[in-house]
């Protein structure tokens, strides 16, 4: 796969960000959905911001307040026997026994605006901040869908409830209106596709399996973008591949004359996270016709494989001008960077590696 990573590379790191929050320190600027506005380019940063401890023994968690609409500071140390504080991005109890009680940051979603596509302006506020109780550890990964005039944006809610996928529409990137969660927890990496199929709208999502079952890709559909069902799983990962542990939609569906092309990022069960890409019949998104058996981007860059969790490319977005797409993608959970690539060279690889 021919790519072509930009010099500027990273684009925005957590240096760039000046905290929203007093006495918090910008951990991660990364994971940003993507939005042609006018003549901008605009990420839709997800930036994790960290309590910084009094001293060193002390782990914080913040949590938004949604009675009080303020943030509380919950203090551990790191002797408390009742919790394990191994994993930097987390807190847990002992006695659960899987996911997490606390976040150690709390994420929200600020603008980075671009003429050129290589340069970015960070917003001084956030776009989306926290604002109910399905938000109180924060707000994740947003995505951008495009009818017209109005942006579909969709996020990851996190609370003590799960993590819940909400929407919200805009149309000038500064107030938005709130369109209430679109699929219950746990469920992540919700992707609509920018136009109605057979009269039906379609989204990606992937339901975050704790029984039986793996982290697969399901496609779901809708009258109203709002109520989803006919639920049907669609990819799957696939043993001894880059896609064994997790799969997950990454950018939204691009149209081509050939199918659907879905840009998803898979990951080992050793959370090595590289993008892959399939495509899906264009009458019928639940028919699979080809996916890749080799990533089209994996983490090579210093950038991508360092960082404050490394070994990770996540593309939110793109722009697309003609076969050219701007892939804009989160490296190792910290910062942004862009490449170029073809959707013939996708389509190529795609056409070769067919089973
Ligand atoms: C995972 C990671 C974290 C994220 C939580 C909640 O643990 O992706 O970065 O904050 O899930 O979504």
Known sequence: MNIYRYEENPLITPLDVKPFHEGFEVIGAFNGGVAKYGDETLLLLRVAEKPIP????????????????????????????????????????????????????????????????????????????????????????????????????????VSEFGVTDALVTTTDFESYEYLGNIFAPENKDVLLFPEKINGKYYALHRPSLKSIGELDIWLASSPDLKSWGDHKHLLGVRPDSYD???????????????????????????????????????????????????????????????GFFGDVVFACGVIQEGDMLKMYYGVADTSMAGCELKISDILHQLEVEVK
């Open 54 to 157: 009094s001293h060193e023994n002390e782990v914080v968690a913040p949590v938004y307040d949604a009675e009080n609409d303020e943030l509380i500071l919950h203090r551990f140390d790191v002797s408390d026997p009742d919790y394990d504080f191994e994993d930097p991005r987390m807190i847990r109890r002992k006695d659960k026994l899987e996911g997490f009680s606390y976040l150690t940051s709390l994420s929200y979603i600020r603008i980075a605006r671009s003429k050129d596509g290589h340069h970015f302006t960070l917003d001084e506020k956030p776009f989306l901040y926290p604002f109910n109780e399905y938000q109180t550890f924060g707000i994740e990964d947003a995505r951008v869908m495009q009818l017209g005039n109005t942006y579909y944006v969709n996020f990851s809610a």
């Open 244 to 306: 064994s542990g997790r799969v997950g939609g990454g950018c939204t569906p691009i149209k081509t004359e050939q199918g659907w092309l879905i840009l998803y990022h898979g990951a080992t069960k050793e959370h090595r996270y590289v993008m892959g890409a399939a495509l899906l019949d264009l009458s019928d998104p639940s028919i699979v016709l080809r996916r890749t058996h080799t990533p089209i981007l994996e983490p090579e860059a210093d950038y991508e494989k360092n």
